[in-house]
């Protein structure tokens, strides 16, 4: 099969995904159902369902599903580390780190207004916002004195194991309903979303797979490992820069407005590198987006647990059903020779 | 050479080299090269040859010293002038992961694509050249985890071949090939610089292949000095014994390669023609056999068969000969 054959293929799972996820819910719906909430001018007691529920939520999934994959694929390719994941350099710790803060020190009972669901607040998701921007920023200072890919590699892990100390700390000094809040959060969540911060998150990961798009020949000239790409005229500095900046910004995004959703962006880019068969990240970012989409959509669908009045945390879905099949997958496969 | 083209490729002068201005690796390194030649870098591990060949390059920044490329310093070229002056070959041969031979090649054109990268025809036409020049034109379709390791070296000197530099720098080509691979890649290098007038400078460890094949020897001793001669030079003037000194080797002007000191020197007194007598004595050497030798030893060798006589016995099998020798 030729990778555009592979790539429309993907494609229309990620369509039928997305079908799927509007149909199915508490209560399952037929396609021609959704397409008169959608389009009809009357509205029906499904529109809200649609509109205000479903497709912002499968939107979200999508979305959040692409952006992490695509930066997990950045961090694999950067450290040359299969094990590199969106997660590595610390990003969500950061921003665990600010929303631990935030809850557990009271500004979040002042602040919240009342606000029942933990996903639910503007200030959490800029509270994380603020945290995965700093930690990005100490990153890219300590980049910059050090230059080697296995000491940023070793500071990003160190950063969020000392970050998490100190969350854990925190924890400690807290009250239970605020340890739980702040558990509630580190689930995940994926249907929270307003449609102003949809918007947000999409222009986003377009600005993010622009900046992609415009330094994809650089990308491709690094598989050849950095001495290479210098000796052929890149501008290593500035695209090592743009990828830490754009892996940071779609990792951090994310867990701001969705929380720390796992495995995904480990395990997509192996799942494309395996599909596409490809090096070259003019075609292993889009696969690597739309799997990442499609497997967050159907991690979706059963967290939704069709027919049933109550939903799943995400993160506990993407571990718990996503992982096997991705393992099962790979088990077959010999991924040792991905980097050297 | 046209107008476009000084007289002098490379030349460097008063260069410092290393990582850090308080430990350079070498200083007050001084040479020149023209087009077409082909020099071989020797010198022990450690001796910066490798921080040399960067330096040269323009991988590396230099710590002092000037750089002049093709006439111009090379503080003043931009990415493309450097891209077109200097190609290197690195020690690593790295696999990437589903990447073929062209795909590999194709990347050497990366300083003359635009923004997308897709190359064009020309582009293309220059990548099969290249291919064709190192000889792996067939496999041109198979995954670099499918390569031996000469194949593999081919496949890495043809994309720096796509890039069409005018002075190669390769970093150890031969490391860790098999002895005909060696022989191939020492023999395109000279056809490299004999048919395209490149400038190729090689750091290598492979002295009987570089005496050969190369024109000029830098020869980076143990003083940090940079020696700049001819090797039948170094041979015949004995610099070329600071490439093992202190470890117990010494070239051997009859031989033409590195031997272990104070061997050899014992007259077996050994009959038959000299060609078989050397290896006679090759073997006794290394079986230690200096004691008590008898007088009447010789060997003859008719239709591909050796016979070994010590006094009234002979030996088709040298091991036999040797076992009795060591018995006596």
């Known amino acids: 099969m030729s990778k555009t054959t592979i790539l429309i293929f993907l494609v229309i799972i990620l369509f039928a995904g997305f079908i799927l996820s509007l149909c199915l819910g508490s209560v399952l719906l037929s396609p021609s159902q959704i397409i008169d909430a959608l389009f009809s001018a009357k509205s029906s007691i499904y529109t809200d369902i649609i509109v205000e529920y479903r497709l912002p939520k499968a939107i979200t999934a999508v979305i959040a599903g692409m952006a992490l994959s695509i930066s997990g694929l950045l961090m694999q390719n950067f450290f040359r580390n299969p094990l590199a994941g969106p997660f590595v350099l610390g990003v969500s710790s950061g921003a665990g780190l600010f929303v631990a803060i935030l809850i557990m020190t009271g500004w979040y009972a002042g602040l919240s207004l009342g606000s029942i669901d933990i996903h639910q607040s503007t200030v959490v998701s800029i509270a994380a916002i603020l945290g995965a921007m700093a ?15 296995t000491t940023l590699l070793i500071v990003g892990l160190m950063i969020s194991s000392a970050v998490s100390a100190v969350i ?67 501008k290593v500095q500035t695209v090592r820069i743009l990828i830490l900046l754009t892996s940071g910004v779609l990792a951090g995004m994310i867990t701001a407005y969705c929380g720390p959703i796992g495995f995904i962006g480990l395990a997509v880019p192996h799942l494309s590198r395996q599909f596409l068969k490809t090096f070259h990240p003019a075609w292993l970012i889009p696969g690597t987006a739309i799997t990442g989409g499609a497997i967050l959509l159907f991690c979706d669908i059963i967290a939704q647990v069709p027919g049933m009045d109550f939903v799943l945390p995400i993160n506990t879905v993407t571990a718990l059903f996503g992982a096997p099949w991705v393992i099962i997958y790979l088990l077959r496969k010999k991924l040792s020779g991905t980097f050297n | 050479m046209t107008d476009k083209y000084n007289d002098i490729a490379l030349e460097f002068d008063s260069l410092s080299i290393g990582y850090s201005k308080n430990e350079p690796v070498a200083t007050n390194l001084s040479a020149k090269v023209s087009w077409g030649e082909n020099i071989a870098l020797v010198g022990q591990n450690g001796s910066g040859k490798s921080t040399l060949l960067k ?66 025809k020309e582009d293309l036409k220059k990548v099969s050249n290249a291919l064709e020049a190192t000889g792996i034109y067939k496999k041109r379709k198979s995954l670099l985890s499918e ?74 001793n143990e003083k940090g000095e940079l020696v700049d001669k001819l090797p039948e030079e ?67 060798e008719s239709d591909k068969k050796l016979i070994f006589r010590l006094g009234e016995k002979e030996f088709t099998r ?4 040797l076992e009795s020798i060591k018995s006596m």
């Not at chain 1, 100490?138 to 980049?143: E, G, N, P, R, Y």
């Not at chain 2, 050397?278 to 079986?287: G, L, M, R, T, Y």
């Open chain 1, 135 to 149: 930690v990005l920023l100490l990153l890219l200072l300590i980049q910059s004195i050090n230059k080697d890919y």
């Open chain 1, 168 to 234: 854990s700390l925190i924890q400690y000094f807290s009250q239970s309903q605020d340890i739980q809040r702040y558990l509630l959060w580190t689930m995940g969540s994926l249907g929270a979303l307003s449609w102003w911060e949809i918007s947000g998150l999409a222009i986003a990961l377009l600005v993010c797979v622009t900046v992609l798009v415009i330094i994809i020949k650089p990308l491709n000239a690094l598989n050849l490992g950095e001495s290479y790409a210098l000796s052929m005229g890149v």
């Open chain 2, 55 to 120: 330096t040269l390059s323009l991988l590396q920044a230099k710590l002092h010293g000037t750089i002049t490329i093709n006439g111009k310093n090379s503080d003043h070229l931009d990415d493309k002038d450097k891209a077109q002056f200097t190609g290197i070959v690195l020690t690593r041969r790295e696999v990437i992961a589903n990447m073929t031979v062209e795909d590999l090649v194709m990347l050497g054109r990366y300083p003359f694509t635009p923004w997308h990268g897709r190359l064009t």
């Open chain 2, 147 to 220: 390569l031996s390791d000469g194949q593999l070296q081919k496949a890495w000197i043809a994309r720096v071949l796509a890039q069409e530099s005018k002075i190669l720098f390769l970093d150890e080509p031969t490391s860790f090939l098999d002895q005909p691979s060696k022989m191939e890649i020492f023999g395109l290098i000279s056809d490299l610089v004999r048919k395209e007038n490149k400038t190729v400078i090689t750091a290598t460890h492979d002295l009987d292949l570089a005496i050969q094949k190369c024109h000029r020897f830098w020869l980076l």
């Open chain 2, 234 to 300: 170094l041979i015949m003037d004995g610099s070329i014994n600071d490439l093992f000194a202190g470890k117990g080797f010494e070239f051997d002007l009859d031989q033409g390669r590195f031997i272990r000191k104070n061997k050899f020197s014992r007259n077996y007194n050994i009959k038959g023609s000299p060609h078989l007598v050397k290896w006679v004595e090759h073997a006794f050497n290394k079986h230690n056999i200096s004691e008590n030798i008898p007088e009447k030893l010789s060997v003859t």
């Open chain 2, 318 to 321: 040298m091991s036999q000969f």
